[in-house]
């Protein structure tokens, strides 16, 4: 049954590339064959890429558990830094002025339309 399924999806499959194979153009299939290409290329990287961290992972999960397991404790408790309170302003600090506003050239501005009709 599940090769007779495996047949009829092929089949398929076949059938309709042809059909829109014969119906794209031919800047259209290049498209897709190079998307296709594209994403054939990238999957052996992903998978080493895949590979490679889940290896990592295994190994830090095994050297945390024995550290662990050698001190006799769990985690690091959190550590919390809180800063210190808003400076109050007092009489013997200066006051902080605001920066000076940005003062503008009050010459008006002139445009050049390119592509515009001709006045």
Same mark, same amino acid.
């Given at each position: 049954? $599940?090769? *007779?399924? /495996?047949?009829?999806?092929?089949?398929?499959?076949?059938?309709?590339?042809?059909?829109?194979? $014969? $119906?794209? #153009?031919?800047?259209?299939?290049?498209? /897709?064959?190079? /998307?296709?290409?594209? *994403?054939?290329?990238?999957?052996?990287?992903?998978?080493?890429?895949?590979? *490679?961290? =889940?290896?990592? =992972?295994? $190994?830090?999960?095994? =050297?945390?558990? #024995?550290?662990?397991?050698?001190?006799? %404790?769990?985690?690091?408790?959190?550590?919390? /830094?809180?800063?210190?309170?808003?400076?109050? &302003?007092?009489?013997?600090? &200066?006051?902080? @002025? #605001?920066? &000076?506003?940005?003062? %503008?050239?009050?010459?008006?501005?002139?445009?050049? *339309?390119?592509?515009?009709? @001709?006045?």
């Amino acid at each position: 049954m $599940r090769r *007779v399924v /495996v047949v009829i999806v092929l089949v398929f499959s076949v059938t309709l590339a042809a059909v829109v194979g $014969r $119906r794209m #153009s031919t800047e259209a299939m290049a498209v /897709v064959v190079g /998307v296709v290409c594209g *994403v054939a290329a990238g999957i052996p990287m992903s998978l080493l890429i895949l590979a *490679v961290s =889940n290896r990592q =992972n295994a $190994r830090a999960d095994l =050297n945390g558990a #024995s550290e662990q397991a050698r001190a006799g %404790y769990g985690a690091y408790p959190p550590v919390v /830094v809180i800063q210190g309170g808003s400076p109050v &302003p007092s009489q013997f600090a &200066p006051l902080r @002025e #605001s920066p &000076p506003a940005l003062v %503008y050239d009050q010459a008006p501005r002139q445009f050049r *339309v390119i592509g515009g009709e @001709e006045d």
